[in-house]
C-alpha cells in the first residue's frame, strides 16, 4: 500500500509540473503579475457596427527560429485562415484586422488579403520552424493536445508598455517531445478589442486530475485487501 501512495503522488507531482505555465512577467521580463487564463478561441469585443476591427502587434521574439516563425488567425468552424505576421517581420510591427460584422469577412487592412472568419469564434496559429509546423490555440488540435500558446488578460491593468492590448498571446514554437523548453517566449503577441471565448472552444481530454488518482489509490488499495485475505 505504501509503494501505491508513492506512485500516486510521483503522478500528482509530474502533472503538477507540465501543467506549469509561466507568468507574464517571466515571459517579457518585467514586473507584470497575470498568469495563463486558458483561453483558446476568442471573439471580437469593438462590433458596434462602426469600425469594427483589432490590431495585432508582433510584440517579442527570443527563438532560434524567429526567422521561420508566423503567425495568422483562423475560423473555429470552417478552418479557414490566413497569415497575419512572418517570420522576417521585426517586433513591434502591427496589423489590424478589420471584420464585416454582416458577412464575417475579415480583411488585413493594406494588405490584399481576407477571409470568412467568424467574429464570435476564432483562434490563432503559428507556423513554426523550417518545417511549418503548424500549431494552433485550440491544445486538442496539436499533437498529443499540447497546449503551445499561454494567453494573458491585461485588459484592466493600463500598461503603458503593452501597446493598448487587452489580450497578450505567447507561444512555444517546439513540442516538448522535440525539446521544447515551455518559457513560451518564442513568438508573443499583443491584441486589441478581443475577448476570451470559453463557451466556444475546444478543449483536449483533459489529463488525470487529482480526483481521478484518488479513485485510482482507492481501487488499488481495495484489490489488495482482497489480496491479502485469499
Known amino acids: 500500500m505504501k ?3 508513492v506512485v500516486i503522488m510521483g503522478l500528482m507531482i509530474s502533472l503538477t509540473a507540465n501543467a506549469a505555465i509561466p507568468d507574464l512577467g517571466t515571459i517579457l521580463g518585467g514586473s507584470h503579475t497575470e498568469t495563463d487564463t486558458g483561453a483558446e478561441s476568442f471573439y471580437l ?3 458596434d457596427g462602426g469600425l469594427d476591427d483589432a490590431t495585432a502587434f508582433l510584440y517579442l521574439e527570443n527563438a532560434g527560429y ?3 516563425n508566423s503567425f495568422g488567425i483562423y475560423d473555429i468552424s470552417n478552418g479557414t485562415s490566413f497569415e497575419i ?5 521585426s517586433p513591434l510591427l502591427s496589423a489590424t484586422l478589420s471584420w464585416d ?3 464575417n469577412s475579415v480583411s488585413l487592412v493594406g494588405q490584399a488579403v481576407s477571409a470568412i472568419i467568424d467574429d464570435t469564434a476564432f483562434g490563432f496559429y503559428i507556423d513554426a520552424g523550417p518545417n511549418q509546423d503548424r500549431f494552433f490555440s485550440e491544445s486538442i488540435l496539436n499533437p498529443d493536445g499540447e497546449d503551445m500558446l499561454a494567453t494573458f ?8 508598455d503593452l501597446l493598448g492590448a487587452n489580450y497578450i498571446l505567447a507561444w512555444e514554437d517546439i513540442l516538448a517531445a522535440n525539446g521544447g523548453d515551455g518559457d ?5 503577441i499583443a491584441v486589441s478589442d478581443i475577448g476570451p ?3 466556444t472552444t475546444t478543449t483536449s481530454v483533459p489529463e488525470p486530475g487529482f480526483p481521478m488518482l484518488v479513485g485510482l489509490g482507492l481501487i488499488g488499495i481495495g484489490l489488495n485487501r482482497k489480496l491479502n485475505t485469499l
Open 197 to 199: 471565448n470559453f463557451d
Open 45 to 47: 469585443t469593438d462590433n
Open 3 to 5: 509503494s501505491l501512495l
Open 85 to 89: 505576421f512572418n517570420g522576417t517581420e
Open 184 to 188: 513560451y517566449n518564442d513568438m508573443v
Open 153 to 160: 488578460d491585461v485588459g484592466s491593468a493600463g500598461y503603458g
Open 101 to 103: 460584422t454582416l458577412t
Open 66 to 68: 524567429a526567422d521561420y
